[in-house]
């Protein structure tokens, strides 16, 4: 079992900055690839950025590509999401969870220990 806690959510301002970060504990994750997914209001979960166990090897959707950068410190069993030019269309809360099975890495049914979550509201 791996236990997943996200932090660092909050309230900010079109155009700011956030830093997210997903820490394990029990079973390591470095060796796993790690996701950041989130889930608006009345939306389903989606995918947002991944990360492979060196962290040499990054994704990202879309809509997040070239102002959100995921990176991990396998030393502290850390994965962190750096969110700049935040937009009000990304207020959601923001999950990470390890990647245990094989398939698409953008493929949400891949991943597996959840998070709780951490809620990022972005104002206009």
């Known amino acids: 079992q791996v236990q997943l806690v996200e932090s660092g959510g909050g309230l900010v301002q079109a155009g700011g900055s956030l830093r997210l970060s997903c820490v394990a504990s029990?079973?390591?994750?470095?060796?796993?690839?790690m996701g950041w997914f989130r889930q608006a209001p009345g939306k389903e979960r989606e995918f947002v950025a991944t990360i492979s166990p060196s962290g040499g090897n990054t994704d990202y959707a879309d809509s997040v590509k070239g102002r959100f950068t995921i990176s991990r410190d396998n030393t502290k069993s850390t994965v962190y999401l750096q969110m700049n030019s935040l937009k009000p269309e990304d207020t959601a809360v923001y999950s990470c969870a390890v990647r245990r099975y094989s398939g698409n890495y953008f493929d949400i049914k891949t991943y597996d220990y959840w998070g709780q979550g951490t809620q990022v509201t972005v104002s206009s």
């Open positions: 029990g079973r390591t994750s470095n060796n796993f690839r």
